[in-house]
């Protein structure tokens, strides 16, 4: 059986969590936190999660774990067989994650955590967020989701990562990020409304003050 390593308070690992759940691949949560232990740096490489257990050892990075799955797994299809299509569906997750996760990223410490983030920092955060936005706005169909028809990787990359920026974007800039794209913003309520990301939701929710106790214990 597959080993999924990591907590559920990360985005990237309910992204690999959702995939497995869309396609119907059992699979076991591991218990693991970010680390530079040996431990840690045995199973993950950067000491970072998440991290897939397989038979034949780990598989880390969080978008090659998602096409590893493709590749490995039955269940519903999450990447276009045409290479075409499936190329536009990954830059879509790969635009998202560069140009949206990785911007918002910087300013989660003042939206979650409470704690402060330089002026300078947040200015740039927030221009690149407006323009990584817009881009996917350009780029993504939503009809009705990001990449077209059918729910794809891309659609995850969107729910656990411009969710995210949305609330960076509310919490730290008082801005709407989706104000100017009523379908994306309509397709995220949608995810967010579906079981499996209801029980990711909830898993998070539990998971919580067991996380916050650990970022904690590393000030």
């Not at 759940?21 to 740096?41: H, I, M, R, S, Y």
Request: proline share 7%; glycine share 6%.
């Amino acid at each position: 059986m597959l080993k999924l390593y990591g907590f559920a308070v990360s985005n990237y690992y309910n992204m690999v969590k959702m995939a497995l759940l869309e396609k119907g691949v059992p699979f076991e949560e591991v218990p693991f936190f970010a680390a530079q232990t040996p431990e840690a740096l045995a199973i993950s490489p950067r000491g970072k999660v998440p991290v897939l257990g397989v038979e034949q050892g780990f598989v880390n990075e969080t978008s090659v774990i998602l096409q590893y799955i493709e590749d490995t797994q039955p269940g519903t299809r999450l990447l276009p067989v045409d290479p075409f299509e499936r190329a536009q569906v990954l830059a879509l997750a790969k635009e998202i994650e560069l140009y949206i996760e990785l911007p918002a990223r910087a300013c989660y410490p003042e939206a979650f955590f409470g704690m402060s983030v330089p002026d300078v920092i947040k200015e740039k955060a927030k221009a690149e967020l407006i323009q990584g936005i817009s881009s996917l706005g350009r780029h993504g169909k939503f009809a009705p989701y990001v990449a077209g028809e059918t729910f794809t990787v891309a659609d995850i990359f969107f729910l656990y990562s411009v969710s995210l920026a949305c609330a960076v974007g509310q919490k730290v800039f008082e801005l709407d990020l989706l104000a100017e794209w009523p379908a994306a913003k309509a397709l995220l309520k949608q995810l967010e409304q579906t079981p499996h990301a209801q029980k990711i939701a909830a898993d998070k929710d539990a998971a919580m003050p067991q996380f916050l106790a650990w970022i904690s214990s590393k000030k």
